[in-house]
């Protein structure tokens, strides 16, 4: 049975860092509320650089930690709400400026639980033998999709890319389990519009429609919380684990309190809960990639460690993915 284990990561941020304070500038807020709501301090704000910009460094970089050349890739998954273009896709886009000629590229939309959704088509693909090595990348440009006067939201966004290359081992590590699951009936609550339906037998003129983030705060924050809570319990009860066999839980970084509330539900110490996002704020699809990342610079991680990513986001979407590290 081949596995799929992880065998280098990436990530990317731009260099325009916005604080609270900024923000206050902008619109009625503070860095009180701010932080005390959610944790956030700043994040990364594009000034120029495009989703696929951003998906290329993080990419670049994972490469260069696998070592692996770009010709080896067999296949590119890019996980974005906010692409350069519908077509091409994000993942073309780099597939050409890396080189790796041999790769198929594609995108893949499951908002910001869209990293977990890509590590779970790629361990798929892995684990059936259709393919050896893989880029998987969440790249977010969620600036462009703000609302600018919305307090309830331009405060909790930013830009970023986190990539990490999954490969066909012998090794029985690496990615363990997945458990995704996704609620439809629950879309309502967090919605980023597209075109806008038009054409000549259309009476509704939207042509100055531009499209926003909206969101019921609340409701996303409960389904988070259950989410989170619900995925780790499953993950654990499938694979025969205790709390105590965990090293790490890697949840999507959106908000401190979702993280504390889940953590306290779970009875797992909040010192297990890898939290960066006082400097990026949410970056949606990038965030898991590029907390795990950090891990690894830091050095966090050693062989045997078991950690959880775990995600929540629009559609409704969730997904947990329990990996030992190799
Ligand atoms: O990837 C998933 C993405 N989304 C999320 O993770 C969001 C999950 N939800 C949350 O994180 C929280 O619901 C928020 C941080 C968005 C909001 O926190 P809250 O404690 O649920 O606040 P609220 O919506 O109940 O608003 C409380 C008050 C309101 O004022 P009034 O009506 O009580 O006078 C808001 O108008 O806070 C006000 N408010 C703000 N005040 C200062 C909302 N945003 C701000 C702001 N600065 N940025």
Not at 193 to 201: G, K, V
């Amino acid at each position: 049975m081949r596995h799929a284990i992880i065998i280098g990561t990436g990530s990317y941020l731009p260099d325009n860092r916005l604080t609270n304070d900024d923000l206050a500038k902008l619109v009625d807020t503070s860095d009180e509320w701010i932080t005390s709501r959610t944790g956030i301090k700043e994040r990364r704000i594009s000034t120029g650089e495009t989703t696929s910009d951003l998906a290329y460094e993080a990419g670049k970089r994972a490469l260069s930690s696998s070592k692996l050349s770009a010709e080896e890739l067999d296949l590119i998954i890019c996980a974005t709400i906010t692409p350069d273009s519908f077509m091409p896709s994000v993942a073309c886009i780099v597939q050409q400026r890396l080189g790796a000629y041999h790769a198929a590229a594609f995108d893949l939309t499951a908002a910001c639980t869209g990293l977990i959704y890509a590590m779970a088509v790629a361990t798929s693909f892995i684990e059936n033998g259709m393919y050896k090595n893989i880029l998987v990348i969440g790249a977010e440009t969620l600036s462009k999709t703000l609302d600018w006067s919305d307090r309830s939201t331009c405060v909790l966004f930013g830009d970023g890319s986190g990539a990490m290359i999954l490969s066909s081992s012998e090794q029985k590590s690496g990615i363990m389990n997945v458990i995704l699951s996704s609620d439809g009936g629950k879309r309502e609550h967090l919605c980023l519009p597209a075109i806008p339906m038009a054409n000549p037998f259309v009476k509704k003129d939207e042509t100055d429609f531009r499209p926003t983030i909206s969101m019921n705060g609340q409701e996303v924050f409960k389904f988070a919380v259950r989410s989170i809570t619900d995925l780790v319990k499953s993950v654990l009860a499938k694979t025969g684990l205790k709390e105590d066999d965990i090293k790490y839980v890697v949840a999507h970084q959106a908000n401190a309190r979702i993280i504390e509330h889940a953590a306290k539900f779970l009875g797992i110490s909040l010192d297990k809960f890898f939290m960066n996002l006082d400097r990026y704020g949410n970056t949606s699809a990038a965030t898991i990639g590029i907390a795990l990342d950090e891990m690894v610079q830091n050095k966090l991680l050693k062989s045997g460690d078991r950690l959880i990513l775990v995600g929540f986001g629009g559609g409704m979407t969730s997904g947990v993915v329990l990996v030992e590290w190799n």
